[in-house]
């Protein structure tokens, strides 16, 4: 041991050489075996044993002391400044180390580094080291951090399997993916009560289906944000959909997974820098922060004068090995589960924050703080469709309703604002985003999963994780070039399972534009509604009922013997639609380039005049433009309902001996029905319209 308590280590001992699934691996006969709440390899002692449970508690302010063995993980200060601490990056990487050629090579590019210095420097340190042994892992892992510079935004979405409930109620698989791009069948009644199939197709930057494993999960997600995050990035990564679409599935296994590959940063490439590794995890339940390695303690989020966010009591724990980190995401699961009103109700109404933070001693002494370095948050949102629990009974369900409705509205706005590198991130819009909201400022990446369910009967909640996903990413200045699917009208018979882009014929560029800007309602500057095929692009025709479909009682029966035959179940074409794509690509800030006169000539294109506090009328008016749609959306589904009314009315009409009376009084409340529904939506709009010229939103219109 030396003075401060270390053990000394060989650089062979120092090799992070823990398998893929470490954790699995501990105490299972590897060469890891658990001593006392400790770890230690066959070969010599790595991690130092702590008990998570009683970690050493640092005093407000305090440096973190010198490592001693009961010391390799501790509490952050009580009160945690995230700005302090994590605003505040490391301006200049300074490469400290045994390597004289990696430690020249930094100077000489003056001392910063961006991805490629990183990529550059390792290969200089793995060549000049021969200490190293170059295992083929370590090999594939150099070769990754070298990987080309990660999107700002990565929209991924993942389908589950059907679950034994699902199959026992024979719901059908209703989605089919093909690369990066889905369809979603969705089974619709036609005025006569006929069914048929509308498909609504979507493109993301990855689609995982249901046989996808968590590793390949992560491999597609989170493991490639991992290196930036020791150059100044903070990362998120958040899992999005309904309950039980498989968030925390998917996301419970990923920190893990990324402490794994941190941890063998810091012990391989970035060994003896001064990095530090950081633990938290805490829940937003009702708008509230509890402190989830603590005992659920009531949280206080508080703002400085510098507008910096504090998380008041937050617990933050030191930690560098991974045992003690699967044993913190194990605590925090457990109190996230048992929460005080039984367990996946109230988890699946809050927001879970899992926070990696990389900190590095400035100077490499331990008497000031460490400074942030980069960040990874991991958020297993509330169930999405939690947000609209607005018109329960209880009072307390309704306000956690609103409050998840408003963060996951906030969230999408601030992605979407980061994406288009505005200056104003509207992060005030919820508990939430407010909490993040260092992870918006700077350098920032997100990878957003959203979690599908595969089953019919969840079909609606299904497209609307599809939509969301579909803004934050179509809307967004970085990639959606691949989304470009064009227009066609497709006959049924062409409706085969092909991959959406090869079953859709091309139209051209100019095709496209003059489409979208011949349907481009809404287009004002915060977004370009770069929505799904909304239109059916192939409606089949389907038994009248359900019934009579002959579905098969396996999964996918109707729909998978349409697919396998390509065409629909009577083989009959109807109601061939055109297909369409809005326009997705062009970035705001081409747009705010281009002359009004050009945006006039584009239709719907519109101006927003620059206006004070616009990120907060922005948000307002967000949510009234979803209003506006949903309200919609209702009335045209109300005035379905009525025309089957108006439809049956008729038929009883030309029954022979039908009561006049009862004819004159149904057509009567008919048409009642009808006319307040209508007058109810123009209210609507009208109000909308009004508070666009309020917002100085102009919308311009085509000339006819
Ligand atoms: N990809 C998958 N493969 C196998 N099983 C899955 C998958 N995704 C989810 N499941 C299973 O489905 C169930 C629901 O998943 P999960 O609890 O992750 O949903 P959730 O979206 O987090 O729900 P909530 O919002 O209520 O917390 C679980 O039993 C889980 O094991």
């Keep these: 041991m030396n003075a401060g308590g270390r053990r000394r280590y060989s650089t062979e001992q120092l090799l992070f050489d823990v398998p893929a699934n470490a954790a699995a691996a501990v105490g299972a006969g590897s060469r890891w075996t658990q001593q006392r709440g400790g770890v230690r390899r066959g070969d010599g002692e790595i991690f130092v ?21 009961g010391q390799r993980q501790q509490l952050s200060p009580g009160l945690l400044d995230l700005h302090a601490f994590d605003t505040e990056l490391i301006p200049d990487f300074q490469v400290q180390g045994m390597y004289d050629g990696a430690q020249k090579f930094s100077y000489e590019n003056g001392g910063g580094f961006d991805d490629s210095d990183v990529s550059f ?30 999107a700002k935004i990565k929209v991924v979405v993942r389908k589950r399997p059907l679950n034994k409930k699902e199959i026992s109620k024979k719901e059908e698989d209703i989605i089919d993916i093909e690369l990066n791009s889905l369809t979603v069948h969705e089974t619709k009644l036609k005025v006569d009560l006929t069914g048929y199939v509308e498909k609504h197709g979507f493109v993301f930057d990855a689609v995982l289906d249901e046989d996808v494993s968590n590793d390949e999960v992560y491999r597609e997600t989170v493991e490639p944000v991992v290196p930036a995050i020791f150059n100044r990035t903070k990362a ?36 003896n820098q001064g990095f530090q590794l950081f633990f938290s995890f805490f829940e937003i339940y009702g708008g509230k922060l509890y402190d989830l390695l603590n005992e659920r303690n009531k949280l206080c989020m508080r703002e400085d004068g510098k507008q910096k966010v504090c998380i008041v009591g937050l617990q933050e724990y030191r930690v560098s090995d991974l045992e003690t980190i699967k044993e913190l995401i194990e605590r925090g699961n457990a109190t996230r589960s048992t929460g005080t009103t039984g367990a996946n109700e109230e ?26 370095a980069g960040k990874l948050s991991f958020i297993d949102l509330a169930g999405s469709e939690r947000g609209a629990d607005t018109t329960e009974n209880d009072k307390q369900t309704r306000i956690e309703g609103a409050e998840i409705n408003k963060s996951l509205l906030a969230l999408k706005e601030c992605i979407r604002a980061l994406d288009n590198d505005q200056t104003h991130i509207p992060f005030r819009g919820s508990k939430l985003t407010e909490v993040l909201r260092d992870s918006f400022i700077g350098d920032s990446r997100t990878v957003m999963i959203s979690c599908i369910s595969p089953s019919s009967g969840s079909c609606e909640h299904t497209l609307n994780t599809l939509r969301y996903a579909d803004r934050v990413k179509s ?8 989304k470009e699917v064009t227009l066609t009208a497709a006959p049924l018979r062409d409706s085969s399972p092909s991959p959406l882009a090869s079953v859709v014929p091309s139209f051209s560029a100019d095709e496209v534009m003059h489409d979208i800007t011949e349907r481009n309602n809404f287009g004002w500057p915060k977004q370009q509604y770069g929505k799904e095929q909304q239109s059916p692009l192939f409606v089949d025709r389907m038994p009248k009922a359900r019934g009579d479909t002959g579905f098969s ?21 109807v109601v061939p639609d055109t297909m369409y794509q809005q326009e997705r690509q062009q970035p705001r800030k081409a747009r705010g380039s281009a002359s009004e006169n050009n ?7 519109p101006i927003r005049k620059a206006v004070p506090d616009e990120d907060d009328h922005l948000n307002d008016l967000l949510q009234e433009e979803e209003d506006l749609v949903s309200a919609h959306r209702k009335q045209v589904e109300e ?10 009315l008729l038929v009883e009409a030309d029954h022979p001996g039908n009561q006049l009376d009862d004819y004159v009084t149904r057509l009567s409340s008919i048409l009642s029905q009808k006319a307040a529904g209508i007058v109810e939506l123009q209210d609507r709009l009208a109000q909308f319209q009004r508070r666009l010229s309020e917002n100085n939103v102009l919308i311009y219109s085509e000339s006819p």
């Design 49 to 69: 044993s702590v008990d998570p449970a009683t970690p050493a508690r640092l005093r407000g302010g305090d440096a973190p002391a010198a490592e001693s063995p």
């Design 121 to 150: 420097s390792t290969q200089k340190q793995m060549s000049k080291s021969t200490v190293f042994a170059e295992s083929n892992y370590l090999n594939a892992f150099t070769e990754k951090e070298k990987a080309a510079p990660v």
């Design 236 to 271: 998120t990564c958040f899992a999005y959909g309904q309950t039980g679409s498989g968030k925390t599935y998917t996301m419970r296994p990923l920190p893990l997974k990324a402490s794994q590959d941190i941890l063998r940063l810091m012990n391989h490439t970035y060994r």
């Design 347 to 372: 988890s699946s109404r809050s927001h879970a924050i899992l926070q990696l933070v990389i900190k590095r001693r400035v100077d490499g002494s331990d008497t000031k703080p460490p400074r942030l």
């Design 475 to 482: 809307l967004s200045k970085g990639g959606n070039s691949k």
């Design 553 to 573: 009682s396996s999964n996918g029966g109707y729909f998978n013997e349409q697919r396998a035959r390509g065409t629909a179940a009577t083989g009959v074409a």
């Design 599 to 605: 945006m006039r000539n584009s239709s719907a294109y």
């Design 639 to 648: 005035t379905l309902d009525i025309i089957k009314e108006e439809m049956n």
